[in-house]
Each structure stands twice: as C-alpha cells, then as structure tokens.
C-alpha cells in the first residue's frame, strides 16, 4: 500500500513508536498498536532535512531456524535489505532530502507464528523507525544470546 501525503491531516510524525496514537499519526498499515509487524507495513514519517532513516526492533525466537529478508523502500525506491534471524535490530540507511511526507514500506519475504494464544503471524516486533538529520550510519543485527529467555517473552 501506497500512501498519498495529501491525505494526511496532521502533522506527520519524525518518529514512529508502536500505540494506537502513534499508528493513526504515521497513518501505519501493517503494524498492530504493540508494534508486531506484518509481512508488509507501510507509514508516513515526515519530510523536511531529513536524511536518515532508521529502525529498531527484534526479529522473536519463536520459530527454529527462522529467518527472512527486509526490504525497505521509501517513496517507492529501495533504499536498503537485510538478512534477519532471531535478535534485536538496529539500521540506518541514508536518504534524499525530501520537501514532501516520506511512504515508507517494510517488507518481509517471511513471517512467523507468534506463541500461543496470539494467533498472530509477523515478521518482527517494531520498537522504532524515525527519520533524522544526519549523514553517518551503522547496521547492527544481534543473534539471540543462547542463555538469556525467549525473545517474544513479554
């Protein structure tokens, strides 16, 4: 899903944070107010001298062996991918200086289960993603420490 930021009727958000506030702002598809995403999520972040854009988040241990390939786009252009497993994310990914609201999309090429009794089926579990100035980046994915508990734990 493609958004159209003439739709928009408030202020478009420089970051997003998962609740039910917080997904009407970035006027979000794909992302439940606790932040679990879907195969594919799309949100509005804000415009102006912007030129990074990054995410945070955890890929759960729910399903052995599980992994998949993030793709992000930004106003329909690609502007990075990576090879996920279970652990906490970190990225950043410089983008153009936009003078417009920015359609961000993350998209999954796999999902998984979450535990039972969440029926669920996501990708990762969405802590941030926020578009600031800045020109420096760093990717960071965490493999899950074998002794600490279960990443979808609450």
């Not at 997003?16 to 799309?42: H, L, M």
């Not at 289960?113 to 990717?139: C, N, W, Y």
């Amino acid at each position: 899903m493609i958004f159209d930021p003439s739709s928009a009727e408030e202020v478009i958000p420089t970051i997003f944070k998962p609740g039910v506030e917080a997904n009407r702002r970035a006027n979000t598809y794909g992302i439940w107010s606790d932040g679990w995403c879907a195969a594919q999520c799309d949100l509005l972040l804000s415009g102006d001298d912007q030129r990074m854009i990054s995410i945070a988040g955890m890929v759960p241990n729910v399903s052995t062996g599980f992994r998949c390939k993030l793709v992000v786009r930004v106003d329909g252009q690609q502007i990075g991918a990576l090879d996920l497993e279970p652990g906490d994310i970190s990225a950043a990914w410089q983008i153009p200086q936009s003078s417009h609201p920015r359609a961000v999309m993350l998209k999954f090429d796999a999902v998984q289960a979450l535990q039972h009794p969440d029926t669920r089926k996501a990708a990762m579990l969405i802590r941030e993603i926020s578009v600031r100035p800045g020109v420096e980046f760093e990717q960071h994915v965490m493999p899950p420490d074998e002794t600490s508990p279960r990443s979808d734990a609450p």
